[in-house]
């Protein structure tokens, strides 16, 4: 059974920066890829970034390409989202996923 917890989420400001991070236990990262998920208030959730187990290839939503970064540690089964130049449109609950495994969310709220 695999248990993820996030943390790293929080309020700023426009153009603020914050670093999301996911971490699973009882299953090693190196045998799933790794997601990143977010849902606004009162939209439905929606994928916006992905990386192989093996870090080879990552994906990111046209909305968030250039601005975030996904990584992972496989040595400390934690992966990563680092989010720059933040706007009013990222506020919402962020969400890890391995394998058919979900965190708990964290929220990121950005506004002045």
């Known amino acids: 059974h695999v248990q993820i917890v996030e943390s790293g989420g929080g309020s700023v400001q426009p153009g603020g920066s914050l670093r999301l991070s996911c971490t699973a236990s009882g299953s090693s990262l190196a045998n799933y890829a790794l997601g990143w998920f977010r849902q606004a208030p009162g939209k439905e959730r929606e994928g916006i970034s992905c990386i192989s187990n093996v870090n080879t290839w990552s994906y990111y939503k046209d909305s968030v390409k250039g601005r975030f970064t996904i990584s992972t540690d496989n040595a400390k089964k934690t992966g990563y989202l680092q989010m720059n130049n933040l706007k009013p449109g990222d506020t919402a609950v962020y969400y890890c996923?391995?394998?058919?495994?979900w965190g708990q969310g964290t929220q990121v709220t950005v506004s002045s």
């Open positions: 996923k391995i394998s058919d495994y």
